[in-house]
Every structure is written in C-alpha cells, then in structure tokens.
C-alpha cells in the first residue's frame, strides 16, 4: 500500500484534534479537517454532523486514509450516543466503503474494557484480547465501533487500525494517569504507524506512552512500528504527593476505567 498522504480528520476541532492539526502535518500528510463546530483557524474545514451522510461522502472523496475522532467522547445519555458514535461511525464507514477509502484509525477507548480490574503488583499486563466490558453507553459505542471495523474488513476490505487510547493530553492529571498516559506526541507517533503498516486488517491496539507504571501491553501497537518515547514516570513524584499512590481500597483505583466505572464524566451538551 502507498503511504497515505491526504487524511480525513474526523473531530478536528476536539481537543485531541486540535493536539493531532499540530503535530501530524510534520510526517507529511495533508489533513482535510471535518467537525460539527467549526475548526477554529481553519476557514477550509468542513462543518458539518456524522449525521450528514451526503457531507460526509464529500469529505472522504479522494482522501488516502481516514483519522475517525469525531464523536461524544464522555459517558451520556444512549440517545445521544447512538445518534453521534454509533450511528455517526457507521455513517462514515459507509461513505469510506462508498469512495473506497482503503485504510481508517478509529479513535476507541480504554472505556471499552473499562470494568477490567486492573493489574496489581506482579499481575501481567491486560492483552489487547482480553474479553470486552465497557463501562459505560460510551464505551459500548467503541465496542460497536471495533465490531463495525471489523466486519467492514471481513465483508469490504476495509482496514482499520483501532486504537483503545488511554489518556492523552499534554500531561497526565491524575494517579491513574500515570499508567494510562498517552503522550500528544506518541499519539502522533502512533497514528503514523497506524497509517502505515502493512496488512493490518482490523487491528486493535492500545494507545499509551511507555509508562513505566503501564498497564496493558502495547505488543499488538509495536507490531505496527510504533515506538513510544515518553513516560509519565516524570509528573510521579509530583502527582503522588498532591494525590496520594493509588489506593487499593478505593473504587476509582479498581479497574482499567478508574472514575467511569463509578461515577462518570458527562458530555456537557
Ligand atoms: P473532544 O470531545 O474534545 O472532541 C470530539 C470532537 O468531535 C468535538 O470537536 C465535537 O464537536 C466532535 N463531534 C462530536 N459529535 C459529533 C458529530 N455528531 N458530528 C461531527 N462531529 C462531532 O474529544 P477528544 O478528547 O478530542 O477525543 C477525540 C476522540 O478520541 C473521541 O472519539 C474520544 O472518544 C476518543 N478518545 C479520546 C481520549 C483522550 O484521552 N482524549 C481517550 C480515549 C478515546
Ligand atoms: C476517554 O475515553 C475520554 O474520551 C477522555 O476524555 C478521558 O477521559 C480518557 O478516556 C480516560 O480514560 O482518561
């Protein structure tokens, strides 16, 4: 496969979006941005919903690879959920196999095995395969949104990169993140490797930075090429004194999905 060069990006005007306009020009791909708010700067950016699917048709004619972020990115009500990340990627991935876009990284989430507990002291790390247990309507959706990825590669050909990112911001804020972070940068290190690897099919993988208090293994995401050059093990000290160490008797410390299993961040709208 040729290394795509023109990207679709879904969510542009997101936070992670926002962090992936900055850094992903740099490996030489021209993004065509698309998001329901307009991308600040960008008057070129397509403003239009998942549920447009004659927009969307138009967005993903010619581009090589598509980056999918778009959606309800915290627990809401299944309405709102279905109509944005269920409904909306299947609207997408219908308009790719549509206009023959080979390849798309879909943005999934560490919420789709949120209600794993988490590995202490000499457990091993959680394989990318380790049984589903979302824990929330939000992460659900990202569960829909592998399965869809996956069918759309057995029946269409289509490949698809899933990625279950953990936390990624410029710099983790919590104890939790400390084993979940994923860098800005080693996210963009990440999608690259996503977009170029051969013969992906539909792969899963998680999306951290090499945290030394990391929790799941990223063997299935360096078979990809993909070398994380961060560790969070640099905010510890910091994070540690203002927060305390993860406490094994509290709830929001017990599985992969810390607060979402027990009382989830909203969508504000
Ligand atoms: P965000 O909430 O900041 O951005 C999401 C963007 O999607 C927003 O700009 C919003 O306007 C757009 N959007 C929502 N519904 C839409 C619709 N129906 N049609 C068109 N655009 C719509 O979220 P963030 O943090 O940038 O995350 C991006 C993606 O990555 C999301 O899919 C999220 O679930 C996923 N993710 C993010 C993580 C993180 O740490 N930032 C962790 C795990 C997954
Ligand atoms: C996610 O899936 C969210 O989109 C993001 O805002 C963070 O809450 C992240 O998970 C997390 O688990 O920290």
Aim: aromatic fraction near 8%; hydrophobic fraction near 40%; charged fraction near 20%.
């Amino acid at each position: 496969m040729p290394a795509p060069r023109t990207v679709l990006l879904t969510g542009a005007a997101g936070g992670l979006g926002t962090l992936m306009r900055g850094l992903l020009p740099a490996y030489g791909y021209e993004l065509r941005l698309f998001d329901a708010n307009p991308v600040e700067g960008e008057p070129d950016a397509v403003t239009a919903d998942l549920a447009d699917t004659e927009a969307l048709r138009e967005a993903v004619r010619g581009v090589d690879a598509i980056i999918h972020l778009a959606g309800i990115s915290l627990e809401s009500t299944f309405d709102k959920i279905l109509r944005a990340n269920i409904q909306g990627t299947y609207n997408l991935y219908e308009a790719a196999r549509a206009e023959g876009v080979r390849r798309t990284v879909f943005a999934s989430s560490n919420h789709a095995v949120g209600f794993t507990p988490r590995p202490r002291g000499d457990d091993p790390l959680i394989p990318v395969d380790t049984p589903r247990r979302p824990d929330t309507y939000y992460g659900l959706s990202k569960c829909f949104g592998e399965d869809l990825a996956q069918l759309y590669w057995d029946l269409h050909g289509l490949e698809t990169v899933s990625v279950r990112i953990g936390s990624c911001f410029a710099e983790p804020s919590t104890v939790r993140m400390l084993s979940v972070w994923l860098s800005p940068e080693d996210c963009a290190r990440l999608f690259h490797a996503a977009l170029t690897a051969e013969g992906v099919g539909h792969t899963v993988v998680y999306g951290s930075s090499a945290n030394t208090r990391l929790w799941w293994d990223l063997t299935s995401a360096r078979a990809l090429g993909y070398e994380p050059l961060d560790d969070s093990e640099r905010y510890a000290e910091k994070l540690i004194a203002e927060q305390g160490p993860l406490d094994p008797d509290n709830p929001d410390h017990a599985c992969l999905g810390g607060q979402f299993t027990t009382n989830p961040p909203r969508w504000p709208h």
